[in-house]
């Protein structure tokens, strides 16, 4: 479904600015086969040196307004299908 939706948007001509892109031009992004390929995704994480236990602290550090709330997922998810 998620993928159907990317398609979608690359169909009509949406995309992100430079200046999105360059936000993120210093990630990396992996495969899933990579991530299985490392035996899982605690094996891939611990191997790129994080610690899975950090992230429900992580996640608690974060503002609340970080968040999307459930209105903001069910207007985003109308939306999207509205503009099938």
Avoid at 59 to 70: G, H
């Amino acid at each position: 479904m998620f993928i159907e939706r990317i398609e979608a948007m690359e169909k009509k001509g949406i995309g992100t600015s430079k200046e999105e892109q360059d936000r993120f031009s210093d990630l990396k992004s992996y495969s899933v086969d990579e991530i299985l390929a490392a035996g899982g995704t605690t094996a891939f994480a611990e191997k790129l040196g994080k610690n899975p236990e950090n992230i429900e602290n992580r996640l608690k550090r974060l503002p609340k307004d970080a968040f999307l709330t459930d209105e903001d997922v069910s207007n985003a998810l109308r939306m999207l299908d509205e503009s099938k």
